[in-house]
Antibody
Framework: EVQLVESGGGLVQPGGSLRLSCAVSGFTFSDHYMDWVRQAPGKGLEWVGRIRNKANSYTTEYAASVKGRFTISRDDSKNSLYLQMNSLKTEDTAVYYCARGGSSYVTDYWGQGVLVTVSS | DIQMTQSPSSLSASVGDRVTITCRASQGISNFLAWFQQKPGKAPKSLIY???RLQSGVPSKFSGSGSGTDFTLTISSLQPEDFATYYC?????????FGPGTKVDIK
């Protein structure tokens, strides 16, 4: 069974940093692209970014709203995906989901999400 | 960036109804279009990719069509478990973008 479990969320002050993790199981993590998607309270879905697999040099893509502040990384030996968030703003408050890129590189499985609140 | 719009933004329907949701891209995206279902307080669920291909385990009452800029999601016979918000997403070009969502509730 494919499982993705996020952790590391919480309350952080504006300008602060936070690192989210996503532990995966039930599939060969190293083969897949992985995404982060977020959802502000009461709002729609916003794609945050993607990291490709080793075969594609672990290259990354980001939304303009987070580029230069957020960094996506992965550790295939630990079946884990990460989102390092720096210089956080109140508008980064959201539930953050990790998601798997499937065989056609489109999202097919989602984690349950983790809440990040940026507030003073 | 490619802008995605959806119509309607919400709709009320009855169990057994046929429901169609439209998604439009601001520029051509071939068939690189996905649909997701989200229930309140839950993670999204992937329904359709490549505009018309069902994800594994998704019932055949869901269908998708379209290419280029105009796409539709159809639920052939609405059931109680289908009341949710539906989002389209283009994955033709980075940054990927979602539509604003269509909320389907009970009439």
């Amino acid at each position: 069974e494919v499982q993705l479990v996020e952790s590391g969320g919480g309350l952080v002050q504006p300008g602060g940093s936070l690192r989210l993790s996503c532990a995966v199981s039930g599939f060969t993590f190293s083969d897949h692209y992985m995404d982060w998607v977020r959802q502000a309270p009461g709002k729609g879905l916003e794609w945050v970014g993607r990291i490709r697999n080793k075969a594609n040099s672990y290259t990354t893509e980001y939304a303009a709203s987070v580029k230069g502040r957020f960094t996506i990384s992965r550790d295939d030996s630990k079946n884990s995906l990460y989102l390092q968030m720096n210089s956080l703003k109140t508008e980064d408050t959201a539930v953050y989901y990790c998601a798997r890129g499937g065989s056609s590189y489109v999202t097919d499985y989602w984690g349950q999400g983790v809440l990040v609140t940026v507030s003073s | 960036d490619i802008q995605m719009t959806q119509s309607p933004s919400s709709l009320s329907a009855s169990v057994g109804d046929r429901v169609t949701i439209t998604c439009r891209a601001s520029q051509g995206i071939s068939n690189f279009l996905a649909w997701f279902q989200q229930k309140p307080g839950k993670a999204p669920k992937s329904l359709i990719y490549a505009a018309s291909r069902l994800q594994s385990g998704v019932p055949s009452k869901f269908s998708g069509s379209g290419s280029g800029t105009d796409f539709t999601l159809t639920i052939s016979s609405l059931q109680p478990e289908d009341f949710a918000t539906y989002y389209c997403q283009q994955y033709n070009a980075y940054p990927f973008t979602f539509g604003p969502g269509t909320k389907v509730d009970i009439k």
